[in-house]
């Protein structure tokens, strides 16, 4: 009896590298700073760089000042 393979899981030429790993959401400048809504509830969260300086909060979209 032959086993059938899915051409997927069949060895094919070299093993090549798993890509790496993109963090989609931790964008260049991203700070770890507190968010001070109800939402977030004073937990530390990502809060993104705006082109005004301000920081967004990357969980409820609250827009803080430079700190
Ligand atoms: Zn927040």
Same mark, same amino acid.
């Given at each position: ?15 090549? @590298? @798993? ?6 959401? *931790? *964008?260049? !400048?991203?700070?770890? *700073? ?19 300086? @301000?920081?967004?909060? !990357?969980?409820? !979209?609250?827009?803080? !000042?430079?700190?």
């Amino acid at each position: 009896m032959k086993l059938h393979i899915p051409a997927l899981l069949r060895p094919h030429g070299r093993h090549r @590298a @798993a890509p790496a790993p993109v963090f989609v959401d *931790l *964008l260049p !400048g991203t700070r770890w *700073l507190v968010c001070d809504t109800t939402t977030c509830a004073h937990l530390t969260t990502r809060h993104h760089p705006q082109p005004d300086g @301000a920081w967004r909060c !990357g969980r409820c !979209g609250r827009t803080k !000042g430079e700190q």
